[in-house]
Nanobody, 120 residues
Framework: QVQLVESGGGLVQAGSSVRLTCVASGSGVLDMDVMGWYRQAPGKQREMVAT?????SPNYADSVKGRFTISRTTTQLYLQMNSLKPEDAAVYYCNAKVPRKVAGFYTDYWGLGTQLIVSS
């Protein structure tokens, strides 16, 4: 089991920077493989923002490349967001994937999300 708690959202102005943090806890934290940030804006589907697997290079959505940076430690995941735009406003969710015993299958864990509002 993995519990994820996000923090760092809020109301910011366009062009500013924000850092999101996700703290992971539980018996499965040492088994987490891919961790990532996803976001969901009102009326839209949840989308991947950035992911990073243990020991591998990060993966970013095209819309955030060059502006956002994802990083992780054993139990924490960060998202540094620079040059924020109004279209970045959304609820941001932390995700962790823990491999199952059957190769190629994962259990997904999600946090409750943190809301980011970007004013123009």
């Amino acid at each position: 089991q993995v519990q994820l708690v996000e923090s760092g959202g809020g109301l910011v102005q366009a062009g500013s920077s924000v850092r999101l943090t996700c703290v992971a806890s539980g018996s499965g934290v040492l088994d987490m493989d891919v961790m990532g940030w996803y976001r969901q804006a009102p009326g839209k589907q949840r989308e991947m923002v950035a992911t990073v697997a243990r020991g591998k290079s990060p993966n970013y959505a095209d819309s955030v490349k060059g502006r956002f940076t994802i990083s992780r430690t054993t139990t924490q995941l960060y998202l540094q967001m620079n040059s924020l735009k109004p279209e970045d406003a959304a609820v941001y969710y932390c995700n962790a994937k823990v491999p199952r015993k059957v190769a190629g299958f994962y259990t997904d864990y999600w946090g409750l999300g943190t809301q980011l509002i970007v004013s123009s």
